[in-house]
């Protein structure tokens, strides 16, 4: 059994009994492999979704399951044609990840980062160089994401940012899932 992150992007202008229905019946039917749930509730996205304008809402719920190869192509073809999923990723968990809580992560990051700017000196970052931060690599953790990417939307290189190999791997591999999902530009308008 593998661990994954399961990422519903929800029709924003559907009615909440209607999503609400959508997400129990799932829980019902996926009740064993589900390990926990952090609903994100409506955020604002980066691009419009199925090419229609202005339609850069969402209501983002992620699921931590623990699944085998049968029972993910199971829940995935759960949301294959439901109308009220925009869209939906499945993430697989590496084993030192840990399923973090969208609001919980964005209060912790904002507590670190603001005693951190006050001990920085000069434009070099380091954060995740330090062994007890690399567990908040995360693509919930926007506000840290963001300060990896340079001007023109590129990611920092590592001779910049001073990580491990393994390290800015990782990190870019968040990067490019935030980027999926909608939390992060790709480039500049």
Same mark, same amino acid.
């Given at each position: 059994m593998q661990k994954y992150e399961l990422?519903?992007?929800l029709d924003y202008q559907a009615q909440d009994t209607t999503r609400k229905d959508l997400l129990s019946k799932f829980e019902s039917n996926f009740k064993d492999n589900i390990l926990a749930k952090d609903d994100m509730w409506l955020q604002e996205m980066s691009h419009d979704m199925k090419g +229609? +304008?202005? =339609? =850069?809402?969402?209501?983002?719920v992620s699921y931590h399951i623990n699944a085998d190869a049968n029972k993910l192509n199971e829940i995935r073809k759960n949301f294959l044609y439901a109308n009220l999923v925009v869209r939906y990723d499945v993430f697989k968990m590496w084993n030192?990840?840990?399923?973090?809580?969208f609001d919980k992560l964005q209060k912790e990051l904002e507590k670190i980062i603001d005693s951190r700017d006050d001990k920085r000196f000069g434009n070099k970052i380091s954060f995740?160089?330090?062994d007890d931060n690399s567990k908040y690599i995360n693509w919930k953790a926007v506000v840290i994401l963001k300060k990896y990417i340079t001007r023109f939307w590129n990611i920092k290189p590592r001779k910049y940012t001073k990580n491990l190999v393994r390290v800015q791997k990782k990190l870019r591999r968040e990067i490019i899932r935030a980027r999926t999902l909608g939390l992060l530009e790709f480039s500049r308008k």
């Amino acid at each position: 059994m593998q661990k994954y992150e399961l990422v519903l992007l929800l029709d924003y202008q559907a009615q909440d009994t209607t999503r609400k229905d959508l997400l129990s019946k799932f829980e019902s039917n996926f009740k064993d492999n589900i390990l926990a749930k952090d609903d994100m509730w409506l955020q604002e996205m980066s691009h419009d979704m199925k090419g +229609k +304008k202005w =339609n =850069n809402r969402a209501y983002f719920v992620s699921y931590h399951i623990n699944a085998d190869a049968n029972k993910l192509n199971e829940i995935r073809k759960n949301f294959l044609y439901a109308n009220l999923v925009v869209r939906y990723d499945v993430f697989k968990m590496w084993n030192e990840q840990t399923f973090f809580e969208f609001d919980k992560l964005q209060k912790e990051l904002e507590k670190i980062i603001d005693s951190r700017d006050d001990k920085r000196f000069g434009n070099k970052i380091s954060f995740f160089s330090l062994d007890d931060n690399s567990k908040y690599i995360n693509w919930k953790a926007v506000v840290i994401l963001k300060k990896y990417i340079t001007r023109f939307w590129n990611i920092k290189p590592r001779k910049y940012t001073k990580n491990l190999v393994r390290v800015q791997k990782k990190l870019r591999r968040e990067i490019i899932r935030a980027r999926t999902l909608g939390l992060l530009e790709f480039s500049r308008k």
